[in-house]
Structures are given as structure tokens and as C-alpha cells.
């Protein structure tokens, strides 16, 4: 055992970081932190600057433009970016999309999409979900009939997350209503969405933000050739996209920083006349978020191991996504308690560029209310961590 | 012992629970939170003239009730519609110091008429929950013909940008965190510079600037430097109220996520079908138990000697923020994406479970003073 990095890792990390310090735009790393909005315009320029130096298709093989990391390297990566103040990467043409068609779609598809998605000539948007098709994916209804040389699909997806931003989205539909089970009927297409009869409506959340979209697909006219892989089998697919990336999934590198974020804000709050963070009941409070998160990292990094070797990820990265987004979300919790009185001031105007009003109380109170409202979705999507539960009890029990 | 309500607070409960019922839908409530001043003043009048607001006082005060009963029954039934209406600030925090100082009767008229707003400006930047944290400060010096000079600033005033008047704490001695030398002075807002914003969960609160205000000598409410008790009657108060809400809230959220679990279907089942979630639910309602008993104790004791009543409210604010995050977070859950929505009314009321929390004590700070009071009580016993 060696708990250390290697050199060849170790000296890997300080080449991101000294890139990250010579190129990523200090006011963008301003807004990362400050907790600002971000526009389309600012994940594209960061995109660029990844796109320079070819570390943007962080999952892909190098042949296909991709930065060819191990695990580890993808983790250390992940790490450096999130304490330097970078802006993440948009998932779904890169580390969803992307995969997919390099293992399963066609030379054209790859030939045509690879380059326009590194190019962030388009904007993909994943349609999975559905009002009826949440947890119960394969129960979805959008369909897709075949006429002539195109699909006409009619349905609505929901919780497209940036939708608002795409030009494509990639919808999982009904194709055959008939088959034996709902997953067997399924097909993955590849919408473009200035089509017409597609509308994007804007869904508000809890935080009064606009991040998730509803949209319907009325009449929309697909060309047959946008299918991925074969008819019907879509689900394959998009399980595969669903379990293909999981480095990432314990958010390491996000409460990493946001602890530091949440002992800097503590040390700053008076208690009793003293720092906050001095305070016996809130200072055990962060050490045993602490010492979750040193056991979880260590946890990420022996799966992050494992799948360097080649193992495929088993129930672990379900137990990793449990644990990932209950630290994150206990984070942001205790950011909001360490406030007092201040997490309650709600400025929205603040969270854009420029504002430079006075703020209520501590300089970086203002989006910390609504980041902890915001968070509560990690542990919904992506697979529910009850569905991740009901995954791994199966696997224990052998169900 | 025994457990019923009396006929006029059945009777209250009712006349709320059918106000909010017919009259304060969710839209209603949101439309008001949208209004300049974060609530509606016609709304607030009509509540007012059912007697909500008289409720909270004692008949000495021109009110008609005021114990810990009264409290818990109407803030539970308010939390039925998340009422943003300032019963907290002008009925409570505002309006008790008035009563028990006495003096000043037309003003506590207009409040219980529900003409008139008082709020409670005493937490500062530096004092988090502290209760005895004032470092504003009032001088006596009979400058022209004023008794008092008033300096300091307030932070987090509910509905402090609105209210016509003010409840000022302010030190006459001592240090800052000392509870000894604090005076509660009724100041006319306008005196003051006010900056109004909004809260997360909707509700309006200020930051308070009092500089050289002058007062008179009738402004100052009971005895000069020995306003604690009173300011800590007022917070007890306040706590059981936000409890009381906690609870009505937790209701509230309890029920929606049990009637969303008996009609969403997932894996052609309703939800509720998922024995991992029953149990889920099954949880919350116990907590929500013992959130109950503990409002029902605290208001029973609210009258009672200080260091049980103190004990007691803690009890109650510390299971309000305990439970009521568990509640607002296992409702969010097991609704899925669709309580993550501004639309669904969910969304609201665990929101605002959640921020009584950062109001007059945390779940941590209802502790340390569960705590010590119980330690008080041992030495004393
Ligand atoms: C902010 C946000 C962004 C999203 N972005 C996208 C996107 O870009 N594209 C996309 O396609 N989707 C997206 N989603 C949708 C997300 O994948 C779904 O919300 C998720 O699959 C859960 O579905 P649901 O919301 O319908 O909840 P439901 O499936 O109705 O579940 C409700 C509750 O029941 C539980 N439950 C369900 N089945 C079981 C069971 N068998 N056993 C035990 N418990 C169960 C769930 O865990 C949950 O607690 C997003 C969601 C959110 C909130």
C-alpha cells in the first residue's frame, strides 16, 4: 500500500495547476466562486481554453480528440479545477453523448458529431425523463413512428437540464409499443431542436433560478438516419451512458473546496464572542463532515483504482453517489447554519455580474440560502439514491 | 392532565383554518410575497379583525388571550397557508414589550386593530443569536428638552422596512453581552434609517440605523438598564410561536407528501407501495410527535418560572430545527424533481420550515441553552 501519488501523477497535477493559473480568466474564477450566475458564453470560453491545450473530451480516447487520462488523472484533474474556481464542463455532448456514439453509433455519426460537439458547435441536451418516466425510466411514452425516411415524434420530456442553451438533444423514444418489455421498444435518437414542433419551456426552481426546461415535441419530423445503434435498442445505450462515467460521481473535488469555503465563513461568524468555527457544537459539526469526506475520498480513490486496472464499476459507484451527494449536501447545509441570522437576506440581484451593491452581512452570504435548496436535487437525479440503494441491496442479497 | 383545547381556541382554530382554507390559497400567498411590502395590508386587516392578532394578547393589553396556548393554536393554523402576514413581528416580538411595559394603549390598539405595525430591532451584526448582544447604546443627557439619544445598528429586522414603529433595545451600561444595563425604547420607525430586502423564503426584513435619534422621557418602556427579562419573555415567545408554525409546516409538508405517494405511480405502483419509502414516512410522523409535545409542554409552561420555561421553549425551538429539516428535506425527496419546482407549492413550505431555523436561535443554540438552563435547575433543585 502507498498512500501517496506517484511522481509521474504528482507532477501531472502541478502541470494542471500551473495551466490553470497561467490561463483560466481570473474574473471567471471570480464568479465560480462568489457563487455568480453563469451565462452560456462563460462555459464556452472555458471550453475553448480546454479545447486549446486538448484536455476538453476528458473521457474520449485520444484518436477521437479525447485527453486519454487514466482515472486518476481525470480525478487529480477534477481537483485542481474545482479549487482553482473553474467553471465544470457541460456533461452531455462531452462525457454523455460523446461516449455513446464512439461505442455505438455509426462512422457518419461519429464522423459528423465527434468534431461538432469538440467544437461546441452544438449544444446537446439530454431527454430521458418524462413527467410519467422519472426513476421508472423505461416507462416512457414519447413516441417515434417510422414514416418513410423519417421518425415523427410526438411527447414531452422534462427536467432538461440547459435546454434553454442546446441546439440537440438527445431523446430516448418509444418505438415499438408492442414489445415484451418496456425497455425492449426503446430507441435513442438524435433531435435537432430548431425543428419544427419542438418548444422549450422554461421550468423555475425552488430557487427562483431558470437551470431546467420542459420540452415538447409535437409532430417533429426526424430523419431515420439520426437513429443511434439499432431500433429498439435504445436502452442499451443509454444505460450505458447512465453508468459509462463514474470518476466523478462522489464530487470530490467540490467539497473539498467547499469546506474550505465553509471554514473560511465560520471562522468569520461571531459566537459568543468568538470565531464560530470555535464554538464546540459547530466545530464538531465540520470535523465530522471532515472526516466523512477524508474516508469518502480515499473510498473514490481506491474505486478510481480499481477501474484504472480495468475492473468494470460494480455497486460501489452506487454507494459513491449515496455518500458524494450526502456530503455535498451536508456542506451546504452547514454554510447556510454557519450564516445565523444572514442566510435569510435574499438579493437575487447579486448573483449577476457586476452587482456591486452593498451586501447583507457577510460579503459571501448572499447565494448560500439558495445553493442549499439548489443542492437538494444531487440526491435526486442522476439516479435517485434510493434507486441507487435498491441497486446495491439487489446486488448484496443477490436478487 | 388533559390534552383538549378549550372552546375558544377550538373556536379560533376554526375561524383560521377557514380563513386560510377559503382565503389564503397558495396563489394568495405568493401574490403577497410579491408586493413591495412582502405581505398584503388588506389581508393583514381582515385577519386582524377575526381576532388573530388579539389572540396573542392579554386582556390587560386589550387583547383576549396571550398564553402559550394561544400562540401555538393560531402560528400552527397560520403555517397551514405559510402566512406572511407579520403576526411574529408586530404581534408578538413587537407588540408583547408594549404590553407588559404598559403606557402607550392607542398604539397597541391600532396593533390588535391591525392598523399599525411594530417590529422588534434588536439582533446585531456581531451577535448572532445572542440575547443579551447590544452594543447599540441609549444616553440619557436631557439634551433640548430629549431625554434619551439613541445610537446603533440592527440587523435582520422582520419586517422592519415597514412597521411604523419600533422596539428598540439599546445599552445604558455594561458591556456588550452583558445582561445587565439593557432599555427597550418604542421609537417611530420613521426616525430611523431603514434598508428593506427580501427573504429567501419570502417576507421582508431591515437593516436599522438609529443615529442620534431623541427621544422623550414616556419612550422608554418599563425601567431604565433592566429590560433582559423582558427582552428574553419576548424572545421566549417568539421561539414558541416559530415552533408552533415548525409544526404547522411539518403538517403540512407531511400531508402532501403522503397524498403525493398515494397517487404518483412509478414501476406501474404508487409509490407509497415502496416499503423503503413507508418507512420514510412512517419516521417523519413520529418526529413530527414529538415536535407536537414539545410546542404542547413549552406553551403550557410559557407563564410558568423562567428557568422551565426557558428549558421548555428550547426544548421546542431545538425539535423545530431538528425535525423540521429532517421534514422539509425527507418531503423534498420523496416527492422527486417535481418539489424542486418554484410552481409546486411544496417547495414553499419547506423552505420556510427550513429558515425558521435562522430565526431568534438554531437548533445548536436551543441546545447550549437546554443545557444550561437544565444545569441552572439542578443547582437549584
Ligand atoms: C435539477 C434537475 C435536473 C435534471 N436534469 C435532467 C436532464 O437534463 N435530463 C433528464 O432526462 N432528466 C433530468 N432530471 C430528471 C431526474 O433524472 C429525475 O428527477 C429522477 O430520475 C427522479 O425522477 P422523478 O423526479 O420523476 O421522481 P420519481 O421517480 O417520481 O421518484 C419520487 C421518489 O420516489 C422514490 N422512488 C421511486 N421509485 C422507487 C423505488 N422503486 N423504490 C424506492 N423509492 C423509489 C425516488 O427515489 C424519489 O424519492 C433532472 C432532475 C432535476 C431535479
Redesign the interface.
Known amino acids: 500500500m502507498d498512500m501517496n501519488y506517484t511522481p509521474e501523477e504528482q507532477a501531472f497535477r502541478d502541470d494542471v495547476r500551473a495551466w490553470l493559473a497561467a490561463e483560466l480568466p481570473n474574473p471567471l474564477a471570480a464568479k465560480v466562486k462568489g457563487g455568480k450566475r453563469l451565462h452560456r458564453e462563460d462555459y464556452l470560453t472555458w471550453h475553448a481554453l480546454l479545447r486549446s491545450r486538448g484536455w476538453l473530451a476528458q473521457h474520449w480516447p485520444v484518436e477521437q480528440g479525447g485527453a486519454g487520462w487514466t482515472p486518476i488523472e481525470k480525478h487529480l484533474f477534477e481537483e485542481e479545477c474545482v479549487a482553482a474556481g473553474a467553471p465544470r464542463v457541460i456533461p452531455f455532448g462531452l462525457n454523455m453523448l460523446g461516449p455513446v456514439l464512439i461505442a455505438f453509433g455509426s462512422d457518419t455519426h461519429k464522423a459528423h458529431y465527434l468534431p461538432r460537439i469538440l467544437s461546441d458547435e452544438d449544444w446537446w441536451a439530454q431527454g430521458y425523463s418524462e413527467p410519467g418516466a422519472g426513476s421508472d425510466l423505461a416507462s416512457l411514452r414519447t413516441s417515434a413512428v417510422r414514416d418513410g425516411d423519417h421518425y415523427i415524434v410526438n411527447g414531452q420530456k422534462t427536467w432538461t437540464t440547459l435546454g434553454h442553451f442546446a441546439n440537440k438533444l438527445f431523446c430516448l423514444c418509444r418505438t415499438d409499443p408492442n414489445a415484451a418489455k418496456p425497455q425492449e421498444g426503446i430507441s435513442f435518437l438524435l433531435i435537432d431542436m430548431d425543428s419544427p414542433g419542438v418548444e422549450v419551456r422554461p421550468i423555475i426552481t425552488l430557487d427562483g433560478e431558470h437551470e431546467v426546461n420542459e420540452v415538447w415535441l409535437t409532430d417533429v419530423r426526424v430523419p431515420a438516419d439520426n437513429l443511434v445503434g439499432e431500433e429498439n435498442k435504445g436502452w442499451t445505450y443509454a444505460k450505458y451512458l447512465l453508468t459509462y462515467e463514474r470518476t466523478g460521481i462522489a464530487g470530490v473535488g467540490y467539497s473539498k473546496n467547499a469546506l474550505g469555503h465553509l471554514k473560511r465563513v465560520a471562522a468569520a461568524q461571531s459566537h459568543n464572542g468568538a470565531p464560530l468555527s470555535q464554538d464546540p457544537l459547530f466545530a464538531a459539526r465540520m470535523a465530522k463532515l471532515e472526516i466523512d469526506l477524508l474516508a469518502m475520498e480515499m473510498f473514490n480513490l481506491r474505486v478510481v483504482a480499481a477501474a484504472g486496472e480495468g475492473k468494470a464499476p460494480g455497486p460501489e459507484s452506487s454507494l459513491l453517489k449515496i455518500k458524494g451527494t450526502q456530503v455535498r449536501q451536508e456542506t451546504t447545509h452547514l454554510l447556510r447554519r454557519a450564516l445565523g441570522p444572514y442566510a435569510m437576506p435574499f438579493l437575487p440581484e447579486q448573483f449577476d455580474e457586476g452587482w456591486n451593491g452593498e451586501p447583507v452581512g457577510p460579503d459571501d452570504a448572499g447565494p448560500i440560502a439558495t445553493q442549499y435548496f439548489n443542492m437538494r436535487k444531487v440526491s435526486i437525479y442522476g439516479g435517485s439514491n434510493e434507486i441507487q440503494r435498491n441497486i446495491v441491496s439487489k446486488h448484496m442479497l443477490g436478487l | 392532565m388533559d390534552f383538549t383545547l378549550s372552546e375558544e381556541r377550538r373556536m379560533l382554530l376554526e375561524t383560521t383554518d377557514r380563513y386560510i382554507r377559503d382565503r389564503y390559497p397558495i396563489e394568495t400567498r405568493q401574490a403577497n410575497v410579491q408586493r413591495e411590502e412582502g405581505f398584503n395590508r388588506d389581508t393583514w386587516k381582515e385577519l386582524a379583525d377575526l381576532g388573530l392578532v388579539g389572540a396573542l394578547l392579554p386582556p390587560e393589553a386589550g387583547g383576549f388571550g396571550g398564553a402559550g396556548e394561544d400562540l401555538a393554536v393560531v402560528f400552527e393554523a397560520l403555517a397551514r397557508g405559510a402566512v406572511v402576514e407579520p403576526f411574529l413581528a408586530s404581534g408578538v416580538l413587537g407588540a408583547w414589550p408594549l404590553a407588559r411595559a404598559g403606557g402607550h394603549t392607542s398604539v397597541l390598539e391600532q396593533v390588535i386593530a391591525g392598523e399599525a405595525l411594530i417590529a422588534f430591532a434588536h439582533?446585531e451584526?456581531?451577535g448572532?443569536?445572542?440575547p443579551s448582544y447590544v452594543a447599540a447604546t441609549a444616553a440619557s443627557n436631557g439634551e433640548g428638552g430629549w431625554s434619551w439619544t439613541i445610537n446603533g445598528r440592527k440587523?435582520?429586522v422582520l419586517n422592519g422596512d415597514t412597521a411604523d414603529w419600533l422596539i428598540v433595545s439599546a445599552r445604558v451600561s455594561g458591556h456588550?453581552?452583558e445582561e445587565e444595563g439593557l432599555s427597550l425604547f418604542l421609537v417611530p420607525a420613521g426616525m430611523a434609517e431603514r434598508?428593506g430586502?427580501?427573504?429567501?423564503?419570502g417576507g421582508r426584513?431591515a437593516?436599522v440605523i438609529l443615529s442620534d435619534v431623541r427621544l422623550p422621557a414616556e419612550n422608554l418602556l418599563g425601567e431604565s438598564g433592566a429590560a433582559y427579562p423582558l427582552i428574553e419573555e419576548t424572545l421566549a415567545r417568539g421561539a414558541l410561536a416559530l415552533s408552533a408554525e415548525a409544526l404547522g409546516l411539518m403538517e403540512v409538508c407531511k400531508d402532501m407528501t403522503l397524498e403525493y405517494l398515494k397517487t404518483r405511480?412509478?414501476?406501474?405502483r404508487p409509490l407509497g407501495a415502496?416499503q423503503?419509502?413507508q418507512h420514510r414516512m412512517v419516521d417523519m410522523a413520529l418526529e413530527i410527535e414529538q415536535a407536537r409535545s414539545s410546542v404542547m409542554l413549552a406553551a403550557g409552561r410559557l407563564e410558568g418560572e423562567r428557568i422551565e420555561r426557558e428549558r421548555t421553549v428550547s426544548a421546542a425551538k431545538h425539535l423545530a430545527g431538528r425535525v423540521g429539516?429532517l421534514v422539509a428535506?425527507e418531503a423534498?425527496?420523496l416527492h422527486?424533481?417535481v418539489?424542486?419546482?418554484?410552481?409546486y407549492a411544496l417547495?414553499?413550505f419547506?423552505?420556510r420550515l427550513?429558515?425558521i431555523?435562522?430565526?431568534l436561535g438554531?437548533e445548536?443554540h436551543h441546545?447550549?441553552r437546554f443545557m444550561a438552563f437544565s444545569r441552572m435547575q439542578e443547582a437549584s433543585s
Request: aromatic share 10%; proline share 2%; glycine share 10%.
Open positions: 439582533g451584526p456581531q448572532r443569536y445572542g440587523t435582520v456588550t453581552d434598508r430586502y427580501d427573504s429567501v423564503e426584513a437593516e405511480k412509478q414501476f406501474g415502496f423503503a419509502l429539516r428535506e423534498i425527496q422527486g424533481g418539489a424542486m419546482t418554484w410552481e417547495a414553499h419547506a423552505k427550513v429558515m431555523d435562522h430565526l438554531d445548536d441546545l447550549q
